[in-house]
């Protein structure tokens, strides 16, 4: 076989495997609101300090700012892995009825353990150097994520049992340098997103007049294509400084499927037949700057600023084919900012270490957090090496730690509103998040 023939092989296997990544494994982890920002392992090493100016040095900067795919040299493929291990575990919780249900506890398990499921998240990159000014790439993610799950039969299952969310994106993107200081990109998302949201109903209060001697369970699932884009750039005013500005828009889902449910006796069971369903989803748009300076030719310092336009997240609205039937849920989301610092250190020409630090703050007050999303502020602490093993492959490993502080549930019932008839609820919640992460570049 001629090095030629090899090399086109090899380039074609890497773009294959960087680009299928996020279709392997499922996308889901409990993160800040429901956003994954594991895309990157050499960024997750600076807890994402710079990776909109390209401070982690390869083509996995281009998810953050499409116009960092300037900075590649050549043909370029990524590859990355991130194990979440989530602990989100249910340390008190207790719920009524109404008062004017008689207020009585609601009956079932008041102690569900861990909601919050483990993943890998993976994602691929590909790059491809058309001349030193034009570059052309192809990334794969799962942006957006979560599975929570109480089981069926917790004391706050008419507010929602099990909620969880993929999505696949897909980014084909170019970019291109102005002159030797600026670098602009763009790209076009295609993104597939599928739900599913479980949760029961007091049939016995709402029917029978008998509360809680009848709960009926109700399954919705839907899917969607949508699309949005990306824009960046890319400011080196002097050799080592670089300034780092992107958009990421939204992408809206009209996701449909059907509701079925379960738990009704045989002769009421076709009072509610399996029937069509959908719900809106809008993924929020998010913007970004970045910072990377090299103190010296060994020592560089990051910074990144992101600011994530989640008041979108106005309302969780399912509507059913039989109107009587459709749902919503207030959300009352906020928008949202992300501050992280990180430094990197080359020991050798080889080995470079990283670390860095980050504040995420949380998108909902207590007055409308739900047991579906139950998230809270988040505190970083990232460290993270990278190894040159050969000319051609480059390995990255990373550790994080996400400090979550305690996070509360307080929901009262009135019998009005969109909520009525699911009950006062009350869940706090002891939470944290460890995320460890490796990566493998390819250069040609």
């Not at 500005?245 to 449910?261: C, D, E, M, P």
């Not at 996400?402 to 939470?431: H, M, Q, W």
Request: a neutral charge.
């Amino acid at each position: 076989m001629s090095p030629t023939t090899l090399k086109t092989r090899l380039m074609t296997a890497a773009a294959a495997i960087a680009v299928t990544a996020p279709i392997a494994t499922a996308s889901t982890a409990f993160a800040a609101g429901f956003a994954l920002k594991e895309q990157s392992v050499s960024g997750q090493g600076t807890s994402y300090a710079g990776v909109t100016a390209g401070g982690n040095g390869d083509a996995s900067a281009m998810f953050y700012n499409p116009a960092t795919m300037g900075l590649v040299t050549g043909i370029e493929a990524v590859q990355t892995a991130t194990g979440v291990i989530v602990k989100s575990k249910v340390d008190g919780a207790s719920a009524t009825r109404a008062r004017r249900l008689g207020g009585t506890a609601i009956s079932g398990n008041a102690s569900p353990g861990d909601i919050a499921q483990d993943a890998l998240v993976p994602a691929g990159y590909f790059v491809y150097s058309i001349d030193d000014d034009l570059k052309v790439g192809l990334s794969a993610n799962g942006p957006w994520g979560l599975v929570t799950d109480y089981g069926d039969n917790w004391i706050g299952r008419y507010h929602g049992i099990r909620s969880d969310l993929r999505t696949y994106n897909f980014a084909p993107s170019v970019s291109y340098r102005i002159n030797p200081m600026i670098i602009i990109g763009g790209g076009v998302q295609i993104q597939y997103a599928k739900a599913k949201l479980s949760q029961a109903s007091d049939f016995g209060a709402s029917r029978l007049g008998r509360p809680g001697s009848l709960d009926v369970k109700s399954d919705v699932t839907g899917d969607d294509w949508g699309w949005g884009f990306t824009l960046g750039a890319l400011i080196e005013p002097v050799k080592g400084t670089r300034v780092g500005l992107a958009y990421r828009s939204a992408v809206k889902h009209k996701l449909t499927g059907n509701i079925s449910f379960t738990g009704l006796p045989a002769p009421l069971a076709g009072a509610l037949p399996g029937q069509s369903a959908n719900a809106d989803l809008t993924t929020p748009d998010i913007a970004s700057i970045g910072l990377y300076h090299e103190v010296t030719d060994r020592w560089a310092v990051m910074a990144d600023v992101q600011w994530t336009n989640w008041s979108r997240f106005r309302e969780l609205r399912i509507n059913i084919a039989n109107p009587a039937l459709s749902s919503s849920t207030d959300e009352h989301w906020k928008d949202s900012w992300y501050y992280a610092l990180g430094t990197s250190y080359k020991v050798t020409d080889k080995l470079t270490l990283r670390g860095g630090v980050a504040f995420d703050k949380g998108t909902v007050d207590v007055d409308y957090r739900t047991p579906r999303i139950p998230e809270q502020n988040r505190y970083w602490l990232s460290v993270g090496a990278g190894y040159q093993v050969t000319d051609g492959l480059r390995v990255d490993a990373a550790y994080s730690h996400v400090f979550i502080p305690k996070t509360s549930v307080a929901l009262t019932d009135d019998l009005t509103g969109p909520e009525a008839g699911r009950g006062n609820l009350n869940v706090d919640y002891k939470s944290s998040i460890d995320l460890i992460g490796l990566q493998a570049k390819f250069t040609f």
